[in-house]
């Protein structure tokens, strides 16, 4: 007595296919998704340019510190003071030429 030859059950099929389309989605979202690869990619490079903003920034502030100490009343930078008196106020030597 032979037993004739069954077609996969339908069940399977399914579970097959769902366990495929599943193992996709999965795999794109890793990738593609708010916290996959290509995400950390890009928050990686946003957090280099910020750390290269915020020591540009931190140089910045520690030179106007530097300015600000030196036209204290404390220590008084002659020559800053008259770079900054010409610079906003206009101020020339009787000794120097303007070109203009």
Known sequence: MTHPRKSPA????????LTFVL???FAFASV???FGLLRRMEIQAEK??????LAALTRQVAD???????????????????????????????DEIVLR
Do not use: C
Not at 48 to 53: D, I, M, P, T, V
């Open 48 to 53: 280099r340019q910020l750390e290269a903003e």
């Open 64 to 94: 106007m510190r530097n300015k600000t100490r030196r036209l204290s009343d404390r220590y008084l930078d002659l020559d800053l003071l008259d770079e900054q008196a010409r610079s906003v106020l206009g101020y020339l030597r009787s």
């Open 10 to 17: 339908l069940g399977l099929l399914v579970y097959f296919t």
């Open 23 to 25: 193992g996709l989605y």
């Open 32 to 34: 593609q998704g708010d």
